[in-house]
């Protein structure tokens, strides 16, 4: 075999699972994109480290606010250039969830937390919502609130963070290559084989294990390597609005961050990112396919009136700077795809998001569905990745290689956690440039 793991996709958990092998001193470990890294949805995030405030009010996904604020203490410890503490106005509007209720998760967040070193939550007055987030109408502030309160979570550079653990990995052994697509995935003796598309023709290469880091295209990816997927999915748009500095008439590094509660009951953030304002995030159901990158009208719509609704902004048509979206794949494992067969339809493998793999509706909320992730094995030595938060990314692949070092006979620990094999210092030496964020990655 030339190689022992053959990672395909190369977003936050595909270079993640990269980074945490190569941290293990594993040999044969390889990563292929078959665009840039970072290129998809884990440079179109709402640039926040947190645990998930909001999830708290589902009892279920306590255990993954748990890690993720685990996840988040971690990540401001190692890269601290990338991810760093970030303060909060939550304003509790009238006909909003009670002030009770809000209370008690803010307790119960700090609590989850506890070993976070960040300030604890507290109450604000109006007068203080007003100076530390300057930029929520004041008639609103005057009528509609009746509490506020202050509380902490992170922002990080999420497209930096991919590629400063690509580089990382590289350091301890590992490889990658961009631009490289799975053209063939075939079964091979205690294996597959592989055909690779790159810039410079078409190569075979063997490989004992494949990890499918693929998001969206998950599904999608077994279809077209001859294997039933056995995990449906919906595909979960995330739309988000940039504003210019001037829609403001403060500077963004004067201000708090705000989280918003809608009047239709959703949560949004508006964030000083980068010296912009960021408004996000909708949870709509993808539409078509996951090509296009492009917001749906209605969440375009929709961040537009909760802007004109909360907001103070100058001339919010002149300052608007750009749409964006990211795609979650949120993993659906208790719906069953009834088949006739094993093998799927032809049809479906030339459609893949018409197939059943990739639902268009389900009985509740989306924004009340899980988003912890599903590792599923679909045939011997093939895994699939579906789901997850990027807070999170760092124990889901620390899972994940536990299991595969164990399929390996080589049961060596993790070493992502680990300040010393990120090389932090040393990057910002030799590669300053790749600490900036690439804003052109969410035009792609």
């Known amino acids: 075999m030339d190689l022992n793991v053959l990672i395909v996709g190369g977003g936050i958990h595909g270079v993640g699972l990269l980074h945490d092998l190569a941290t293990r001193k594993i040999e044969g470990v390889h990563l292929v994109e078959q665009a840039e890294l970072a290129s998809g949805t884990s440079s179109r995030t709402t640039k926040l480290a947190h645990g998930g405030l909001r999830y708290l009010e589902h009892p279920a996904q306590w255990g993954l606010v748990r890690e993720a604020l685990r996840e988040r203490a971690l990540l401001l410890r190692n890269l601290p250039e990338l991810v760093s503490p970030l303060r909060f106005v939550l304003p509790n509007f009238?006909?909003?969830?009670?002030?009770?209720?809000?209370?008690?998760?803010?307790?119960?967040?700090?609590?989850?937390?506890?070993?976070?070193?960040?300030?604890?939550?507290?109450?604000?007055?109006?007068?203080?919502?007003?100076?530390?987030?300057?930029?929520?109408?004041?008639?609103?502030?005057?009528?509609?609130?009746?509490?506020?309160?202050?509380?902490?979570?992170?922002?990080?550079?999420?497209?930096?963070?991919?590629?400063?653990?690509?580089?990382?990995?590289?350091?301890?052994?590992?490889?990658?290559?961009?631009?490289?697509?799975?053209?063939?995935?075939?079964?091979e003796s205690e294996g597959f084989r592989v055909r690779l598309a790159t810039p410079d023709g078409r190569h075979m290469v063997t490989s004992r294990v494949i990890v499918n880091a693929t998001g969206a295209w998950a599904?999608?990816?077994?279809?077209?390597?001859?294997?039933?997927?056995?995990?449906?999915?919906?595909?979960?748009?995330?739309?988000?609005?940039?504003?210019?500095?001037?829609?403001?008439?403060?500077?963004?590094?004067?201000?708090?961050?705000?989280?918003?509660?809608?009047?239709?009951?959703?949560?949004?953030?508006?964030?000083?990112?980068?010296?912009?304002?960021?408004?996000?995030?909708?949870?709509?159901?993808?539409?078509?396919?996951?090509?296009?990158?492009?917001?749906?009208?209605?969440?375009?719509?929709?961040?537009?009136?909760?802007?004109?609704?909360?907001?103070?902004?100058?001339?919010?048509?002149?300052?608007?700077?750009?749409?964006?979206?990211?795609?979650?794949?949120?993993?659906?494992?208790?719906?069953?795809?009834?088949?006739?067969?094993?093998?799927?339809?032809?049809?479906?493998?030339?459609?893949?998001?018409?197939s059943p793999w990739y639902l268009r509706t389900v009985d509740r909320d989306v924004s009340a569905l899980s988003r912890e992730a599903v590792v599923d094995e679909p045939a011997p030595n093939l895994f699939t990745i579906y789901g997850g938060k990027f807070t999170t990314y760092r124990a889901l692949c620390e899972r994940v290689g536990d299991r595969l070092a164990a399929r390996l006979g080589h049961p060596t620990p993790s070493g992502t956690h680990l300040k010393e094999n990120w090389f932090l210092d040393d990057l910002k030496q030799t590669e300053p440039d790749l600490l900036r964020p690439d804003p052109s990655l969410r035009r792609r």
Request: aromatic share 8%; with cysteine.
């Open 219 to 354: 599904n999608a990816n077994l279809l077209a390597w001859g294997h039933s997927p056995q995990v449906p999915c919906l595909l979960n748009v995330g739309s988000h609005l940039l504003f210019a500095p001037e829609a403001v008439s403060a500077s963004p590094e004067d201000c708090a961050a705000a989280l918003l509660q809608h009047d239709d009951g959703r949560v949004l953030f508006f964030i000083p990112w980068q010296g912009n304002w960021l408004l996000g995030t909708t949870e709509s159901v993808l539409e078509g396919t996951p090509e296009k990158w492009e917001c749906p009208p209605d969440d375009r719509e929709y961040l537009l009136r909760v802007a004109e609704r909360n907001l103070a902004l100058i001339e919010p048509a002149r300052h608007t700077r750009e749409f964006f979206c990211g795609i979650r794949t949120i993993p659906l494992p208790h719906h069953r795809v009834k088949l006739q067969t094993r093998s799927a339809p032809d049809a479906w493998r030339e459609k893949p998001f018409a």
């Open 94 to 187: 009238t006909g909003g969830r009670p002030t009770w209720l809000v209370r008690i998760g803010l307790a119960l967040y700090d609590w989850l937390a506890r070993q976070s070193g960040l300030p604890k939550a507290r109450h604000l007055t109006n007068a203080e919502i007003a100076q530390m987030a300057p930029y929520l109408r004041r008639e609103r502030l005057a009528q509609d609130v009746r509490s506020g309160f202050l509380y902490y979570d992170a922002q990080m550079l999420d497209d930096v963070i991919v590629r400063v653990a690509a580089r990382a990995a590289t350091r301890l052994g590992a490889t990658f290559a961009e631009h490289t697509r799975v053209e063939e995935v075939a079964p």
